[in-house]
Structure formats: C-alpha cells, structure tokens
C-alpha cells in the first residue's frame, strides 16, 4: 500500500470517528431532538423518563415545560404540531403515565396534527415478554399495541443500535403525507446505556410533487366556468399541508364562495367578500343553505364526514358534481359516492390549479349567486337564532369578543356548544388561527392547547373560549399558566351545565337531563382563578358585555379570566334534524325579512 492510500484511509477513518459519538441513549434523543429544532418538550416527571429529563436539561437549549397532567401535554403538542407544521414532542413516563397521553394522541390522530411522543419503558430485563402474567415490572404497560389504533406508527426501542433509525423515521412520518402522531418506547436500561450513535442531523422530509393529472385539472375548471352557483368547501386539510395562502390565492382567481368545517373556520377571512360559513350539524344556517343550492362543490382536504353533510347522504349529493381532492385515499367516496376525486397533496395541486387558472383566462365572479347568499345571511343571521333570549346572547358576545380581540394571534375552543357558538359567529382576520378539537372532540382540550399556542408564540393574545364543563376536565392547568407567566385570556361561556348533552336530551329524551344538569356541578371560576394568581371577572348582564370585553384585554401581558353567565337553556342553533338533508335545520325559525318587503 502506498503511503498517500495509508494516508487516505486514515483521513477517512478519522472522518467517520468524528461522526460518531459515544454517548448515553438519553444524551442521544436530547442531541437528536436539538437537531430537529425542537425548543420545548412537555411532560409529567416521572421514573422511567428521568434520564430523559436529566439529559435533555443539561443540554440547555430545550425548554422542558412540566404540566399537571400528561393529557394536558399531548393537546399542547397537538396545538404546537399544528400551528408550527414541525412535530410537538410530550414525554411521558411509563404505565398511567403513557395512557393518560392517549386521548390527546387521538386528537392529534384525527386533527392530522404532526406530534413525538416519547414514552419512557421498564428495562429490557423486566418486561413480560410472553410469560403467561399481567406485568412483570412496575408500571410495566404494552403501550405500543394500545397507541396503534390512534397513531401513524408506535414502535418500541429493541436495542441502542435502532435508536437513531426509529428517531428519524418517527419525525419524518409525522409530517409526511396527512400528518400525525407517532409514538416512540425507549426502555430506561436503553436510555441509560452508553453507546456509539451517529451524530444525529435534521431529518428532511421527502417533499412529495404528487398533484393532479392535467386532464382532471381541465375537466375542473371547464366545470368551475360554467357553473352557476358553484362553492368551494374549506377543510382542515388545507392547513395541515401548509397551503391556506395559495388557498385563498386560488379561491379569489376564480371567484368562487367559500364555505368551511369546523376545522377549517380560519381557513378565509371573515371579511373577505367570497367567504359565506361554517357548514355542519351546527353551522350557519345561510352556509348550509348555500350548500343545498349549489350546483358544483369543490372539497378541498376534507372528509365530508356527517357532522358535515348530515345523514342524509343522498340528498347532500344530489342536484350537484362534487369534485374532491385530498392526499388521503380511505377519506374519498367512503359516504359521498359518486365524487370525481383527485388523490395528490393540496399544496402542489393548488399551485398547479393556479397556474393552470390563470392561463386559462379572466375569471368573471357570478355576482347573482353571491347576492342569493348575501340574501340568505341576511334572512337568517347567526345573532337571530337565539333572538329573545334572556341574558347574554352567546353569538353576539363572540362578535364582540373578536371585534375587541382583532389584534388576536389565536383562538383556541374547547368542545361543546361554545365551540359551535364560537365557530358560527368569531369574525377571524387574515392571520388569526383557530383551534378546535374536531375528530376526538375531547372536553379539557381547550386550556392546555392555549397552552400550546402560547409556547409557539405569545407576542398576541391566545383567547380560549371554553364551558364550564369542559374547562374542569383540566381546569389544573391553571397552574401551568402562572407558573410559566402565560398571558392568556380564558373566557368561560357558562350556562351551568353540560350544554350539548343537555340539549341532545331535551330533544330526544324528554327533558330527563341526567348528569347533565341533575347532578352536575360547577365552582366559582373567578375566585378559583384567583387562588391560583390570575386576574378575574364574572359577567352576567348584556349591559356589561363591551366593558367586560375591554376589561380582559387591557389585562395584555398577563393570564386572566372572564366568567360569562349564560342561560342555562340556550341551545346551540341551528341544528341540522336527525336523519334528514343539511338543509332541514332545527328550529324551524322565522325569517328576517328585508325592510321594505
């Protein structure tokens, strides 16, 4: 061998050493989880993820942000996932530790929100393996089979040598493809282990081109054209592929309405001349109406599930082509047949519709259509539905919320009727966000997501809208908020009661409100927000509402609360009738007829 070959090979030898590090597995996942940018990692202490938490503080440059209570760490997650596009990451320790993750995992499953969960493990030596027993370790719980039904992989850690191959592959699943959470199993004995392990680099998500084929671009838009009342419907998946601005580029070149579900309700602003509603169970009267009237719909990463169409599912796709693009194959024609679909990513479909749009031509708006719409708002506005109600009206309270609120970075609701409320009547600007739980539809989702969004950013007001119901299923939460000086504004929508349910009772089962009324209870939230340190407030009288409002966001750097007392019986309107077509909504209100008719 010559000596330049010695030379080289000893150069190369040197080269590899220094991409290798020898290191504890718990000083590897801190290390990894640096290199993928993550700034904060949310968790319960507890034993089987102390290494964990000891590397990762000795690292110094995450921010561990402990909660009280592991649920509340995945929902934060699932926000940060969400409002970022990278993964949030919540740690949890083994055992009732894991599972109390689950719920807030599934949320993150069905909302397509990117998260890591890294759950701690009992040693290699102390798992049951196939012995013929409950548990062998302490707190010794199979986690990996109970997360896979809710996430888009749970794999366990088998050996030091998998560690970095499982890290990578979990963080480019999350956000490949519709995105969501996966779950990592890191036994203690592994995390503890000193190793070898490649020095750890961000892992780069293969960016996927897949779009339409030109002839069904073609076929859209020649239909788009002749279309009379055509509307475009607004999905969540619009913002988990990144792509409201060319969504809303794509929808102004067209000039076509926009309708919008639950999870779409920032998807266009509230102001914009083509934006009509929020469609569904509970969506504006006039969007659902719109939807009935229409004679071409363009779904746009959403799964027409029947909170959306109603049951009637024959009725929802009758008198109308319905064109339906979204990345995920099982969501199309599962309830709607007869779509033309179109399986791509929304992000490269919407730049190839614009560019296939613009070459096309000048798109004339169909200004008869907007006006039927405008007709039907104004016929049926969302502040009419309670018209007469004693007290507060919960509608008009959330157009003066946003309207006081317009500097808002997000709103975050909780899961009841004060989510519908919310969804019907927030007047959302152009880079306000919203944040519901819609798939899981989970009570207590609310705080800790405000949690969430605050970590993300908190430079604008975070404004959580919650009930009385819900806010007690992590009402603990409070104490995460002052401890780590969250400014956030919680505004409780209390009507003293599980409202939803209640209504859903009053309808069905004759006013028998069991558990929803008889025997639910609910505490003083001003003086339980003031044991905890935050400012507080009740609000009872409509009289009060501006001042009240005003008062909550002069509090600007620090979290306070708003108690707002509703009646008890106000039902969340309207409601589209069991069983029959979106257009068929309870009540079966009057009209607002123009002046003149």
Request: charged residues 20%; aromatic residues 6%.
């Amino acid at each position: 061998m010559s000596s330049g070959e010695d030379g080289a090979r000893r150069e190369a030898a040197v080269a590899e050493s220094a991409r290798v590090i020898r290191v504890k597995g718990s000083d590897y996942i801190a290390s990894f989880l640096e290199r993928q940018g993550v700034r904060t990692v949310l968790e319960l202490s507890g034993g089987m993820i102390a290494h964990l938490l000891d590397s990762i503080s000795r690292g110094g440059k995450i921010r561990i942000l402990s909660v009280h209570h592991e649920q509340a760490a995945a929902f934060a997650a699932d926000a940060m996932g969400r409002l970022t596009g990278t993964p949030g990451v919540a740690m949890a320790t083994s055992g009732p530790g894991a599972t109390n993750l689950l719920t807030g995992i599934a949320s993150c499953y069905f909302d397509s929100s990117p998260a890591v969960f890294i759950t701690g493990q009992v040693n290699r030596n102390e798992q049951k393996g196939d012995r013929a027993i409950r548990q062998l370790g302490f707190q010794e719980t199979e986690i990996v089979p109970i997360a896979r039904p809710v996430t888009k992989a749970a794999w366990q850690v088998r050996s030091p040598e998998d560690l970095p191959r499982v890290l990578e592959a979990a963080f480019e699943l999350a956000v490949s493809g519709r995105p969501g959470p996966v779950l990592v199993d890191v036994p203690m004995d592994i995390q503890r282990i000193e190793a070898d392990f490649p020095m750890p680099e961000a892992v780069r998500p293969a960016v996927t081109k897949q779009t339409a084929e030109p002839a069904y671009l073609a076929e859209l838009l020649a239909v788009l054209r002749k279309a009379r009342r055509p509307l475009i419907l607004a999905g969540g998946g619009i913002r988990a592929a990144r792509a409201t601005d060319l969504f809303r580029r794509f929808a102004r070149l067209v000039q076509v309405p926009v309708v919008k579900s639950l999870m779409a309700v920032d998807a266009i602003p509230y102001a914009d001349p083509l934006h009509v509603g929020m469609i569904g169970s509970y969506g504006n009267r006039w969007a659902n109406l719109a939807v009935g009237h229409s004679d071409l719909l363009m779904v746009l990463g959403s799964r027409l599930d029947i909170r959306q169409t109603g049951a009637d599912t024959r009725a929802f796709a009758s008198g109308r082509t319905i064109f339906h693009i979204d990345c995920d194959a099982g969501e199309m024609n599962n309830r709607i047949g007869g779509c033309r679909t179109a399986l791509c990513e929304l992000h490269p479909f919407l730049e190839a519709a614009i560019a296939a749009a613009e070459e096309s031509g000048p798109w004339v708006p169909a200004d008869s259509w907007l006006e039927e719409i405008r007709t039907l708002r104004a016929r049926w506005p969302d502040t009419g539905e309670l018209k007469g109600i004693a007290g507060i009206n919960p509608n008009e309270f959330m157009h003066q919320l946003s309207q006081q609120f317009a500097n808002a970075g997000v709103y975050v609701a909780d899961v009841g009727q004060h989510q519908m409320w919310a969804g019907q009547s927030l007047e959302l600007g152009e880079m306000q966000r919203f944040l519901t739980s819609g798939g899981m539809g989970s009570m207590g989702f609310g705080l800790p997501a405000a949690i969430g969004a605050a970590i993300v950013d908190s430079s604008k007001p975070i404004v959580l809208i919650a009930g009385d119901g819900g806010f007690q299923c992590n009402i603990q939460e409070l104490e995460t908020v002052v401890h780590n000086r969250l400014p956030l504004k919680l505004v409780i929508i209390n009507n003293g009661c599980h409202g939803m349910v209640r209504q859903f009772q009053q309808s069905y089962f004759e006013g028998n409100y069991q558990s929803t009324l008889r025997g639910y209870s609910a505490p003083d939230f001003a003086r339980i927000a003031e044991a905890y340190g935050l400012d507080a407030r009740r609000l009872t009288e409509p009289a009060d509402v501006t001042a009240a409002i005003e008062w909550l966001h002069s509090t600007q750097d620090r979290p306070a609360l708003l108690d707002v007392k509703i009646d008890t019986y106000a039902n969340a309107y309207p409601k589209i009738a069991f069983g029959r077509p979106m257009t068929e909504m309870e009540p079966l209100a009057s009209p607002i007829e123009p002046e003149g008719a």
